[in-house]
């Protein structure tokens, strides 16, 4: 039988990213938007599973893409609280396997962080940037996903992703998306990214 989705605890307190990411945003980001994402991706797969059976009609496209939508929307954002680490833990330069590879893919860590940063800033819209391994070209690759699903990168492992939709950032940095970007590199958990792309054969 099928698991359901379950939304994780925040590993940390709803403060700790003050002050770069305010207590009432997390609070928000993750008890309702986060907790609606695993809703959605709970009631897709309960239609399916009915639709199979016979017991409900449903629009097949519709519910795919909803269970897409709200299924990426809760595994995404799993990762993003587990890429931060609170004020003064977190930040700096990556160490351990994950700084080599960003400098034979990139050429170096401010190249990196420049074209990651740009990446973020430019998103139209909703969506994400995000850091992936494509273990066919053994090298990391970015990428800027519309909404959380749409231009998704198949069979890449995905080890960092900052959420630009605007419930992000906007109750603290209204429309100055950038500096919340710019803010996002002093809680990044760069131990966490490095097991992510430990748990890949590199
Ligand atoms: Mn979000």
Redesign the pocket.
Known sequence: MANKYVLPALPYNYDALEPYISTEIMQL?HDK?HAAYVTGANSALEKLEKARSGALQVDLRAVLRDYSFNVDGHKL?SMFWMNMAPAGKGGGAPGGKVVDKINESFGSFDIFKKQFSDAAKTVEGSGWALLLYDPEANQLVLTQIEKQNLMHLAGMQILLGL?V?E??YYLQYKTDKGKYVDNFWNIINWSDIDSRLGKVIV
């Open positions: 980001h938007h954002h959420d939709w419930h992000a």
